[in-house]
T-cell receptor, first 114, second 114 residues
Framework: EAQVTQNPRYLITVTGKKLTVTCSQN?????MSWYRQDPGLGLRQIYY???????DKGDVPEGYKVSRKEKRNFPLILESPSPNQTSLYFC?????????????FGDGTRLSIL | GDSVTQMEGPVTLSEEAFLTINCTYT??????LFWYVQYPGEGLQLLLK?????DKGSNKGFEATYRKETTSFHLEKGSVQVSDSAVYFC?????????????FGKGTKLTVNP
């Protein structure tokens, strides 16, 4: 089954404790992206990757890092999480970059930073 | 800058009522336009899309027409069902050179009562 898989689905942690949210897709998609969803703000793009070893900042990259060492994985790293990063996070992928193809979304990761 | 403005919700309708969710956009180039739907506890799913002016996207009884003259992409459905209850996001994607930008509206929550 074609899917985007995020882990963990839920996490409660404390300020300053490094965490990584993994994202994996089994569709051989070139393009991958991370979003955060906050009430009243909709989805905002954090980082995206057009292909392996190519990453770019989205609208709200501060406090986040990503890597794209292989096509299927695109982890989101919070080196020193803070409470304002409490949010619902979505990973997405798409078949090719620079096309009109829609994105496939994971089921989301709810992070709570205390 | 590039932006998407959706009508604010929540929207509450009775089953079989007509639905319109307004969406207008501002973009520097020629974006592709999308409507995504998010059911409770799930990630976003593509509902429909349009890639150029006057294109009409349609799916599951929903329709939206890409209107360049009014920079709009309003979502409509003639007869809603309880199962249509969800949050709906309008989005645009624009590519310039080697980079890409995806912008979402804030979402409109729809509740359909039996």
């Amino acid at each position: 089954e074609a899917q985007v898989t995020q882990n963990p689905r839920y996490l409660i942690t404390v300020t300053g404790k490094k965490l990584t949210v993994t994202c994996s897709q089994n569709m051989n998609h070139e393009y991958m992206s991370w979003y955060r969803q906050d009430p009243g703000l909709g989805l905002r793009q954090i980082y995206y990757s057009m292909n392996v070893e190519v990453t770019d900042k989205g609208d709200v990259p501060e406090g986040y890092k990503v890597s794209r060492k292989e096509k299927r994985n695109f982890p989101l790293i919070l080196e020193s999480p803070s409470p304002n990063q409490t949010s619902l996070y979505f990973c997405a992928s798409r078949r090719e970059s620079r096309t009109h193809q829609p994105q496939h979304f994971g089921d989301g990761t709810r992070l709570s930073i205390l | 800058g590039d932006s998407v403005t959706q009508m604010e919700g929540p929207v509450t309708l009775s089953e079989e009522a007509f639905l319109t969710i307004n969406c207008t956009y501002t973009a520097t180039g020629y974006p592709s336009l999308f409507w995504y739907v998010q059911y409770p506890g799930e990630g976003l799913q593509l509902l429909l899309k349009a890639t150029k002016a006057d294109d009409k996207g349609s799916n599951k009884g929903f329709e939206a027409t890409y209107r360049k003259e009014t920079t709009s992409f309003h979502l409509e459905k003639g007869s809603v069902q309880v199962s249509d209850s969800a949050v709906y996001f309008c989005a645009l994607r624009i590519t310039q050179g080697g980079s890409e930008k995806l912008v979402f509206g804030k979402g409109t929550k729809l509740t359909v009562n039996p």
